[in-house]
Nanobody
C-alpha cells in the first residue's frame, strides 16, 4: 500500500524559513508529478507548487520567489523550501502525487498534512 508522510511543519516567526518533506513508501514503480497544496482555516485547498518527473516546476503567484519545490527520485521524496514566510502562509500543507503502483495503475495519493504556523 502506498503512503505519503509529510514532515517539517511547525511554528515560525514571519520572515523565517521552514523545509517540508514528503516521503513516499510502498509498492511504487514510478512517481510522475508531485504537488504541494495548502489549506488555511475556512478556505479551499490551494495548489502551492508542483514539479514534474523531468524537474519542471510551477508556483502559485503568492509564493513565487519565496518557495522552492524539489525532488529526490531515489528517495521518493519531494521537498518544499519556504523562505521569507508570511502570516498568510499559515495552514496545513499537503503533498500529493501521481504514482504508478505495483499493479501498474496510476493513482493520485494525498499525505496526511503538516501544520505550518507563521506568527507576526
Amino acid at each position: 500500500q502506498v503512503q505519503l508522510v509529510e514532515s517539517g511543519g511547525g511554528l515560525v516567526q514571519a520572515g523565517g524559513s521552514l523545509r517540508l518533506s514528503c516521503a513516499a513508501s510502498g509498492r511504487i514503480l514510478s512517481i510522475n508529478t508531485m504537488y504541494w497544496y495548502r489549506q488555511a482555516p475556512g478556505t479551499q485547498r490551494e495548489l502551492v507548487a508542483r514539479i514534474t518527473m523531468g524537474g519542471i516546476t510551477n508556483y502559485a503567484d503568492s509564493v513565487k520567489g519565496r518557495f522552492t519545490i524539489s525532488r529526490d527520485n531515489a528517495k521518493k521524496t519531494v521537498y518544499l523550501q519556504m523562505s521569507s514566510l508570511k502570516p498568510e502562509d499559515t495552514g496545513v500543507y499537503y503533498c500529493n502525487e501521481d504514482i504508478m503502483d505495483g499493479n501498474l495503475r496510476f493513482q493520485n495519493y494525498w499525505g496526511q498534512g503538516t501544520q505550518v504556523t507563521v506568527s507576526s
